[in-house]
Structures are given as structure tokens and as C-alpha cells.
């Protein structure tokens, strides 16, 4: 089962770099499920200017669209690692989003969030956009509030994840209740394609 671990913001000096490498690690080391980190460093797109992809699954506007579009439709389902700006979710997040539709539909998602309330008004808005991407967002999510995003960039190691390690019991329980859902989803998704 594929788990890709997507990192919510792009700019210079962030923190979703620093989450994501814990998360990846954690990952790595108590489950066998497969890993992607999917960085939207990587992925550059214009701000969405295309037909509704919701409208025509899969056909893409874009080479870069349809890179990040085949990316994700590999996928059993998401971490999304987010930070929160002006109360909202980063927005080449949601950019990443409106250029797909079906590659994330009938998969779970969850997330890590950080901030001055570690980032639940940001979780709490990508849940309803899930809800429009006939996902399922989930109940588990892990919110790091500032004493540890200071303990995290007191660190010059940029590898270094230990100031994340008291939240691991959080980051296990959102990790076991997406390998339910993933599991669950997946198995229905085969069943209606037969
Ligand atoms: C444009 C901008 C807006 C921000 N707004 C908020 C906010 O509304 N709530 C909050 O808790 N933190 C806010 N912050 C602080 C972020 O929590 C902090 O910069 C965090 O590290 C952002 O994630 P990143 O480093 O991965 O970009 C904001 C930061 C930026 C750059």
C-alpha cells in the first residue's frame, strides 16, 4: 500500500521540510507501507487558469499537470504536512488540488499541521475540501504547537526531528487509522472497477 507524504508549502525556510523528514521516518521505521514524499517544490504549476479537471478526469491541460496528476493517482492515500498562513491553508496546496479531481476521490487523507494552534484552522478547511474530493478526511491529525516548531529550528542539523518525538503517540494513532481506511478504500475502489 502506497502512502504518499505531501509537503503543504513551498517557501524559503520552511518548517514542512523538517515535518515531512519526521513523518517519512516514522513511517519508514514502524510500517511496512510503501513511502513517497511528494514536495510541491517539485511540482511548480501556474496559478489554475484550465477546464474544471473534475469535468474531464485524466485530461490534462498540462505536461506538469498530468506529471503531478500520475503522481498522485498512484497513491492509497495522504499525509498532508501544513503549515497555516492568515488562518487558512498555504495556497499552492489548494492550486496543487483544483488542477486534479479523481486521482484523489475514494482515498483517506490526513494531516500534520503546525502554528500559533497547531494548525487546525488550516486542517480544519482542508477537511472540507476533501469533502468535495469525495475523500475521507480523517479524525486523527497532529498538531504541533510553537514550543516545538522553536525546539525544531533551534537545531542547525536540518535531518534533525528529535524536538517531534513526544508527539509520535499522536502521529501513531493518525498512522493506524489510515492504514484502516486505505486498506478498507482500496479494496471497495477494486471491487467497483470490476
Ligand atoms: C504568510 C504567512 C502567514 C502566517 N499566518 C499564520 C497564521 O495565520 N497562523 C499561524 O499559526 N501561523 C501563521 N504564520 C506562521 C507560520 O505558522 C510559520 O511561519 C510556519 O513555519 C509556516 O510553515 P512553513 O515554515 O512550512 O511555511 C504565518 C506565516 C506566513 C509566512
Redesign the pocket.
Known sequence: MLIQVI?????E?????R?AGWVVRYLTEHTDLEIEQVDLRDHPLPFFDAPPPAKAPRDYFTAEAARLGSTLDRADGYIV????????Y?AVLKNAMDWTFVEWTRKPIAYVG??????A??IEQLRQVAVEFEMAPLRHAVHIL?DT?IAA?QSTEPGDTSAFVPLEPKLKLLVDDLQWWAAALRTARRQNDN
Open positions: 509537503t503543504g508549502t513551498t517557501r525556510g520552511r518548517l514542512s521540510e515535518v504536512v501544513t503549515g497555516e498562513y492568515n488562518h487558512g498555504p503546525w502554528g500559533n494552534v497547531g494548525g484552522r488550516a510553537p516548531m529550528r
